[in-house]
Nanobody
């Protein structure tokens, strides 16, 4: 089992950038695909991005495509979400997650390890 801890959230103006990293513990980190999800107040958790176990393929929700970039470093056991051109509608708690499905998934149910979340607030 892998344990995940996010950091790097915060308050940013619209158009700005954030790069929250997610650090993982556990020797099996490279055996997991990783994803980022977000949940705004009163809304369901939604898929943001995923990356396969080796990092060869990445996937994005339409709402963030072209603005967000996911990457991973299997030597440092980290996964990072570079968020550019942030919009007020990106405001949410952001969670990283790990799934044994090596090709990744956009379905929260497929992930069996979750971080505690980091808050991102985008002001106008």
């Amino acid at each position: 089992q892998v344990q995940l801890v996010e950091s790097g959230g915060g308050l940013v103006q619209a158009g700005g950038s954030l790069r929250p990293p997610c650090a993982a513990s556990g020797r099996t980190f490279s055996r997991y695909a990783l994803g980022w999800f977000r949940q705004a107040p009163g809304k369901e958790r939604e898929f943001v991005s995923a990356i396969t176990w080796g990092g060869a393929s990445t996937y994005y929700a339409d709402s963030v495509k072209g603005r967000f970039t996911i990457s991973r470093d299997n030597h440092k056991n980290t996964v990072t979400l570079q968020m550019n051109s942030l919009r007020p509608e990106d405001t949410a708690d952001y969670y990283c997650a790990a799934t044994p499905r090596l090709t990744g998934s956009s379905v929260p149910y497929d992930y069996d390890a979750w971080g505690q979340g980091t808050q991102v607030t985008v002001s106008t």
